[in-house]
């Protein structure tokens, strides 16, 4: 039986950061780097940032080889990853999925986004993640951005995550070398 669980659709909210993140995100990568070992698997989003708030889901990446794209999406859905059902869908050719997983007592919901390793959308990816982890102005400044976003009625997946789409734009235009 696999340890990921099915995915609570919830409405977003503001979820201070949980120092368990790391641990848990290291526990699905495990998971899922032992069933695909030619796949790169790596924790990104907020729950990624120590120390920055978020929705509470554990975002990962699973970076995949050209040509292996069936082989990566086989691979997570035989871990027990379900097809999104709510929130921004993302096309088959570049999915995401979502679990859920048990650690210590508590759920964490899982977002699994699959993408080409060679893709610009990879660099984006661990770019922002990374440039909020040394900037802790920034970090704020995005904290801010979704309390904000949250605190003005937003209660869609869909739509919290078009309303921060401006501020990530213009982290990744300047963090651009």
């Not at 907020?46 to 691979?75: F, N």
């Amino acid at each position: 039986m696999s340890p990921i669980l099915p995915y609570a659709i919830l409405p977003p909210v503001y979820v201070e950061y949980d120092t368990s993140a790391p641990e848990v995100a290291q526990r699905v990568i495990d998971l899922v780097g032992a069933a695909a070992p030619w796949a790169r698997i790596d924790h990104i989003g907020s729950t990624a940032i120590p120390g920055c708030a978020g929705k509470g889901i554990i975002d990962l990446v699973a970076l995949y080889p050209e040509g292996r794209l069936d082989a990566m999406r086989d691979t997570i859905d035989a871990l027990g990853f379900q097809p999104q059902r709510s929130g921004h869908a993302f096309p088959e050719d570049r999915p995401m999925r979502v679990g859920a997983i048990e650690h210590r007592g508590q759920v964490y919901r899982l977002h699994m986004h699959v993408v080409a390793a060679d893709s610009d959308e990879a660099q984006s990816l661990y770019r922002f993640r990374d440039v909020l982890r040394s900037d802790q102005v920034l970090r704020d400044d995005y904290q801010a951005k979704k309390r904000a976003i949250l605190q003005s009625g937003v209660n869609s997946s869909n739509d919290y995550t078009q309303a921060k789409g401006d501020f990530i734009s213009a982290v990744l235009a300047r963090s651009v070398h």
